[in-house]
T-cell receptor
Framework: GENVGLHLPTLSVQEGDNSIINCAYS??????FIWYKQESGKGPQFIID?????DKRQGQRVTVLLNKTVKHLSLQIAATQPGDSAVYFC??????????FGTGTRLLVSP | GAVVSQHPSRVICKSGTSVKIECRSL??????MFWYRQFPKQSLMLMAT?????????EQGVEKDKFLINHASLTLSTLTVTSAHPEDSSFYIC???????????FGDGTRLSIL
C-alpha cells in the first residue's frame, strides 16, 4: 500500500550546521511531494514542494532533492537555526488528490 | 498569502456533547478542504476530503455520521464531532487548497478534550 516513511526519527544538530532530513516513499506513481514543518501545538507549515518532473528545487535556505530511481526525497536546511527546531514531514500526492504523510522527523537544533 | 484559520483552538467539554470546528481560507478560495486527525507524536491521518457544494469523501474507517462535514462556501468548511466521547479526544487539523496543483495549507489545529 501507500507508505511514506522516514529513516531518522530524531536529528540533532548544532546551530549553523547544515541539516539533511530524509524520506522514502513506496508509490512510484506519486507525482508531487511537499515538505512541511510542524511546531508544537500548531498545524503543519508549508516549506517547499517539488513535482516529479524535477530532481531539485531550492528555496530560501532549503533545498529539496528527489530521486525517483530509489524513491527517495530529502530536505536540506542550510545554516540551521534554533528556530528550525520542529517536526518535519514529507508528504506525497498521487494525481493531485490526497496527501499521504510520512511518520515525521524531529529536528533539534542546539545553540 | 495562503492563510488558513481554524477555530476554536481548544475545546474541553463533557462526554455526549457535539462540537463544531470551523476552517476558513482567509485570502484564497479553496475548492477543496481536508480534515485530519493527529495523535501525540504521530503523523497526520486524513479523515475526509471536502469539496465545496458536494458531499465529503470519507477515508476508510471514519464514521460519516460521527464526523459531519459541511463545505458551504469556497472559504469555509466545518467539522462537527457528534456526541463526542473521550476516545474522540485528539488534535484535529484542517487544510485548504486553492487548486488541484497547489499545496495544501493548514490551520493551526483544534485540541479537543472530552471529559
Amino acid at each position: 500500500g501507500e507508505n511514506v516513511g522516514l529513516h531518522l526519527p530524531t536529528l540533532s544538530v548544532q546551530e549553523g550546521d547544515n541539516s539533511i532530513i530524509n524520506c522514502a516513499y513506496s508509490n512510484s506513481a506519486s507525482d508531487y511531494f511537499i515538505w512541511y514543518k510542524q511546531e508544537s501545538g500548531k498545524g503543519p507549515q508549508f516549506i517547499i514542494d517539488i513535482r516529479s518532473n524535477m530532481d531539485k528545487r531550492q528555496g530560501q535556505r532549503v533545498t529539496v532533492l528527489l530521486n525517483k530511481t530509489v524513491k527517495h526525497l530529502s530536505l536540506q536546511i542550510a545554516a540551521t537555526q534554533p528556530g528550525d527546531s520542529a517536526v518535519y514531514f514529507c508528504a506525497e500526492n498521487i494525481g493531485f488528490q490526497k496527501l499521504v504523510f510520512g511518520t515525521g522527523t524531529r529536528l533539534l537544533v542546539s545553540p | 498569502g495562503a492563510v488558513v484559520s481554524q477555530h476554536p483552538s481548544r475545546v474541553i467539554c463533557k462526554s455526549g456533547t457535539s462540537v463544531k470546528i470551523e476552517c476558513r481560507s482567509l485570502d484564497f478560495q479553496a475548492t477543496t478542504m481536508f480534515w485530519y486527525r493527529q495523535f501525540p507524536k504521530q503523523s497526520l491521518m486524513l479523515m475526509a476530503t471536502s469539496n465545496e457544494g458536494s458531499k465529503a469523501t470519507y477515508e476508510q474507517g471514519v464514521e460519516k455520521d460521527k464526523f459531519l462535514i459541511n463545505h458551504a462556501s469556497l472559504t469555509l468548511s466545518t467539522l462537527t464531532v457528534t456526541s463526542a466521547h473521550p476516545e474522540d479526544s485528539s488534535f484535529y487539523i484542517c487544510s485548504a487548497r486553492g487548486g488541484q496543483d497547489q499545496p495544501q495549507h493548514f490551520g493551526d489545529g483544534t485540541r479537543l478534550s472530552i471529559l
